[in-house]
């Protein structure tokens, strides 16, 4: 990578998990009525659904994590956050006109492998009792190496789960003790080899680059043990420093961390290991091994990503339950209150438990339209009329500089990311962001962008 194009495009830019992006939501909150609709509209037009469960809870706070979670020690909030989380679906229930097909479900968090298996197993099943559950639904997990156990692993196969991402970040020992990440390389070796025992067939390891004190040595030795457990997916996370929005990140100092050029020299080093290993690259930062589905989503066309990540499953609906969580119904995004008491308070008054939304207009689905592409396939197209707006012409403009860098090739009707262009795809989907450049931010509110 040239080192003139790292300097100049390194800025705080957005992820792009959702366009708009959430600080650029707009100011209220939607209403009761109002949110009802737009998930009732969207079941109307797609009755397959994706779901998404927020589980908060971890028993240590690991400094790095951007995560909305809660730390205790105490399980006695299983239960009660569990019937809530079913109370709340209850809510969608309401709304829906017909039984949902679940085609897709993740358990997020904080550490879904917290609970214990009989709780899941009880919020799972209240789940179940009113879908529909189709023969290719595809249904994963989040787990921390260090409390997943073997009953969790096959309680969750026997309802119907076939993918287990492991949150292994690096394999360190001290760069864990710094995070405050208390695992040991055994662990994720005996849940990585009981999960294949027991029958899953995706393996994901979470990995992040640029964590305090991280070299290339440590990468180095990642990769090796990559090339041991070989999982069918990879995460490679930069990561995000915002000690301004979470303070556990003020545990150590920016002098600690790895940036600007020798960060992206460790996200380099790891891509061309995996490539090497045979993964091929999956839009940002993942990576899968040929045979698993991502890569086939790819290459046909249906990847799709939302707040959950990269998933091979474009549903018009996403339900998401718990704190924090956010909601999807293609032309309105709604969020839940962060805060458990307050979400639980919303849900056991029988109202939605919102405390931000936004509903797009014709633009902004253009223009999310076109976001997804380039993150998903490195191209998009707006030969139809429908795929045009102002938004994208202004947008275009923007891009004639990206492309005398040659970052993305531009054709009548038609945008291609070149390879040099990759590691800058954050900063090709910002050209598009008109919700950015009409009110640019104040103040820091997102991470760098490589």
């Known amino acids: 990578m040239k080192s003139n194009l790292l300097k100049k495009y390194d800025i705080p830019v957005p992820r792009y998990t959702s366009y708009p992006t959430v600080p650029y939501w707009q100011a209220e909150k939607p209403s009761q009525e109002a949110w009802a609709e737009r998930v009732s509209a969207a079941f109307e037009l797609n009755p397959e659904i994706s779901g998404y469960i927020h589980l908060p809870y971890c028993e240590r706070l690991c400094t790095y994590c951007g995560c909305n979670k809660r730390i205790t020690t105490n399980h006695a909030v299983e239960e009660p956050y569990i019937q809530r989380v079913l109370d709340e679906w209850q809510l969608y229930l309401n709304v829906l006109p017909g039984k949902p097909i679940l085609k897709e479900l993740h358990l997020g968090g904080g550490t879904p492998s917290f609970f214990a298996p009989q709780n899941l197993e009880k919020l799972l099943n209240g789940i179940y009792a009113d879908v529909i559950i189709p023969d290719d639904h595809d249904f994963g997990f989040e787990a921390h190496p260090a409390n997943t156990t073997a009953e969790h692993l096959r309680t969750l196969y026997s309802l119907g789960f076939r993918r287990l991402s492991l949150g292994v970040q690096d394999f360190d020992v001290e760069i864990l003790r710094v995070i405050n990440r208390l695992q040991t390389e055994e662990q994720v070796e005996n849940v990585t080899n009981a999960a294949r025992e027991i029958g899953y067939t995706s393996i994901n390891f979470d990995l992040i680059f640029g964590l305090p004190f991280q070299t290339p040595d440590h990468i180095e030795r990642n990769m090796e043990k990559i090339s041991r457990f070989r999982p069918e997916r990879i995460a490679f996370y930069s990561y995000a420093h915002v000690p301004w929005l979470k303070p556990s990140q003020q545990a150590y100092s920016e002098a600690d961390l790895p940036t600007g050029e020798s960060k992206r020299a460790l996200y380099e080093q790891g891509r061309n290991r995996l490539e090497q290993l045979g993964y091929a690259e999956i839009g940002l930062d993942h990576f899968s091994l040929p045979h698993d589905n991502l890569l086939r989503s790819m290459n ?45 308070a919303e849900v056991a008054a029988g109202r939605f438990p919102l405390i931000k939304g936004h509903f797009l207009t014709e633009e902004d689905q253009v223009l999310r339209r076109h976001i997804l592409n380039i993150m998903c396939q490195f191209k998009t197209n707006w030969q139809a009329p429908a795929l045009q707006c102002d938004g994208l012409y202004a947008g275009l403009e923007r891009l004639a500089e990206l492309e005398a860098d040659g970052l993305v090739e531009l054709k009548p009707f038609h945008l291609t990311v070149t390879e040099h262009g990759r590691p800058f795809i954050r900063n090709i989907c910002l050209a598009l962001d008109a919700r950015y450049w009409e009110k640019q931010p104040q103040g820091r509110l997102f991470s760098q962008a490589v």
């Open 300 to 344: 046909e066309g249906s990847l799709h990503r939302n707040f959950m990540g990269y998933t091979t499953s474009d549903t018009r609906l996403c339900i998401a339950l718990g704190a924090s969580s956010i909601s999807d119904t293609w032309d309105a995004f709604a969020q839940n209150e962060k805060e458990v008491e307050a979400w639980s």
